[in-house]
C-alpha cells in the first residue's frame, strides 16, 4: 500500500482546519485540499481514468497545481507538471512524450496548441478557469469558484461542486507505482522524464524533514517555480507530508525583495528555501540595516539549485545574522543527497557537506574509487532513487550501473569527508537555478533558414551562475542576424532557455572527428565578449545617447526588439520583461555606465524613461560610459 494513504488520514484527522498553502489573496486549509483530493477521486474514477495513467497539469494557477497534484496523488494517477510558459514547440513534444489520459490546462495554454495537438487532445482537456473569471475571490478556492456561471462549469475546479467527495481513497496502491514524472531535458525534440514512485517519494521526504527541522509548527517561505522540483516537491508537497503551512507570498523579483522579507518577519518563517542568484539579489537590493532572519523563530535559509560562493555564503551569514543551509541534490534523486548543515556534523562553509540518506562515492574513469583529495565522478547509491527515464530504458541504463547512480558531477571529498561539485561531466547549464541543456537551445537555433552551425554552452556569471550563450555560423552572407536569433528564440524556447548573447562565428573549431572542441569556442566567447566592453565616453549631458542606449540595453535583457520598446514601456506591456530580465536589466545597466544602484533607486525603475531619468540624474564620474557591438555580431 502507498505510505501517503495513510498520510491523507492523517492530515484529515488533525490538520483538515488549519492553513496549509498561502498564496495571494487565497488561504488553502488541509481541509480543502482534502475535499478536492476526495472530489477528484470520484472524478477521475467517473471519467474511466485507472491507477498508473497519467495525468498533465500545465497552469499558473499555484492552488490549481497543488489540489491537482495532491489529487492524483491519492488517486495513484501519475503527475506530470508542465511550464505554463512553454512554447507551442515544447508542448508538443512533451504532451506526446507523456501519453496522458487527462489533462488538466490554463485556456492561454490551450490557445497554445498547434491544432493538430488540440484535435488530438481535445477530448482528454480540462480547461482551469482563469485566475480573474468572476467567481475566483479568495474566500475558498472551490467553494468561490463553484459560483461561476453555468457556461463555465466544465472548468476545473468548478467541475467539481457536482461531485460526491469519494468515502475512502484506494489502499491498494503498490508503493512502486510511479508518483510523478518531471521532465528534465530535450524539450524540443526527444523528452527525457523522470520517473519517481510513491515509495521513494516518502522516504525521501523523511529524510528531508529529518535534516531541516520540518515539524506541524513550521511556517515554510518558497517561491520558487511551482513546475519545477524546488518548488512542487519541495515546497507544496513536502509541506503537506509535514502539515506544515507554506507561504508562496509573491513572484520572485527584485521589486518584491522587500515583500518578501517583510513575510518573514510578518508570518514569523522558520525555513526560507531560496537559490544562491535569490541570496545574491536579495543581499544586492537589501538596506545595510535590515535583519528579517534575526527571529527567534527563524531556524535556517535552505539554498538549492546550484553553487553557492563561499564568499556569499560567509557574507550572507554575517550580513543577516542567520545560517544557510547548502545542499546539493538531483531530479534523478527526487531530493538533496548532500548537506551542508544545519548540524554541525554536516556543516563546512565551502562544501556541498556530506551525504545523507545514501551512500557517495567519488570514482574514476576506470570506476573504481579515487582517492581523497582527488577529482573525479560523484556517484551515489540508495533504495530510494527515481525508478528510471519514462519509456528510456537505454538511458535508464547509461546512469544506474550496479545500484549507483551517475550524477556526470566532477567532485573531491576531503581529509574530513566533506563534498565539493568542482564541475560537470554533463552537458547542462544552471542559470538563474534553472536546468538547460544547450542541445535543447542549439537544436532550436538549426532549424532557422540562413544558420548553417550553431553551439550552445554556459559562461560563468557572478549573479547567475551561468548564462547561456550560442555561437553561430550563417549559411551566406547577410544569413541570420543577432536579433532573428533572439526573435525565433522567443517563439520556440522557454525564457530561462533564450541565449542571454548570440554570437556569429566564421566557422566552429573542431577536432579530428568533427566534434566542436568546446574550450575552443568558450575561449572564443570570452574574447569576444571582452571585445564587446570596449568603452565608448560620451557626455553627461547626451540624454539622447542615454536613453538610446537604455533601450539597447534593455531590447538585450527581454529578447525584444528594440523597435517595439519605448521610454513609456513597462513590464506589464513588454513582451519579455519579466522579474528575472528586469533583474538583468538593472545589473546591465549598472555595468554599462559604470555606477551601483542603491536598492531603494533600483525599486523605482518601474519603466524605461524612469531608468533615463534617473541616470540623467546622477554623477557618471563626469562622462557616461557605455558598451558598443562587436561589428554587430553580439547582443
Known sequence: MSPFVELFRTRAKDTAPSKYLLVSPETLTYGEALDCVARLATFFHDRGIACGERGVIVTADEVAVTTLFLGMLGSAITSIVLDPGATAAELHALLAASD??????DEDVIARLHPDDLKAYSTRIVPLARQDSPGCAPQGPLEARATMDSEM?????????????ALSLPTDIPAVCPAYILFTSGTTSTPKGVEVSHGALFACYETMSRQFG???????????PIFHADGLSEGVVMTFFCGATLHRPIRFSVQQIPALLDTVDRQQITHFHATPTMLALVDRACDKDLHPFESANFHHIISSGGPL????????ETRFRTKIVNVYGLTEAARELLYSGPDEATRKIGTNGKPVGCEARIIGDDGCPVASGKVGELVFRSVNFMTGYFRRPEETAAVIRDDWLHTGDLAVEDADGFYSI??????????????????DVS?????????????TLGIADETWGERVVSCIVT?????????????????????????????????????????????????????????????????????SDIASRVLELAARCFKTPVTELSLDSEPETTAGWNSLAHIEFILSVETEFGIKIAPADMLSIVTLGAAVEFLSSVELDQEVRISRNVTGRFA
Not at 422 to 439: D, M, Q, S, W
Open 214 to 224: 520540518y515539524s506541524a509548527d513550521s511556517q515554510i517561505l518558497n517561491v520558487l
Open 153 to 165: 462549469r466544465d472548468v476545473y475546479p468548478a467541475v467539481l461542486s457536482t461531485v460526491t467527495p
Open 443 to 455: 537544436q532550436t537555433i538549426s532549424k532557422m533558414p540562413g544558420v548553417a552551425d550553431v553551439v
Open 309 to 316: 560562493p563561499e564568499a556569499l555564503w560567509r557574507r550572507f
Open 422 to 439: 568542482i564541475g560537470r561531466k554533463k552537458n547542462v547549464i544552471i542559470t538563474g537555478g534553472l536546468n538547460v541543456y544547450p542541445e
Open 475 to 543: 549559411n551566406r552572407p547577410g544569413g541570420a542576424s543577432v536579433d532573428d536569433v533572439i526573435a525565433y528564440c522567443r517563439t520556440h524556447l522557454s525564457k530561462e532557455k533564450i541565449p542571454s548573447h548570440v554570437i556569429v562565428l566564421d566557422e566552429l573549431p573542431r577536432g579530428p572527428t568533427g566534434k566542436v572542441v568546446l574550450p575552443q569556442v568558450t575561449k572564443l566567447v570570452a574574447e569576444t565578449l571582452e571585445a564587446s566592453r570596449a568603452d565608448t565616453v560620451l557626455p553627461k549631458s547626451s540624454g
Open 100 to 105: 496522458a489520459s487527462i489533462l488538466f490546462m
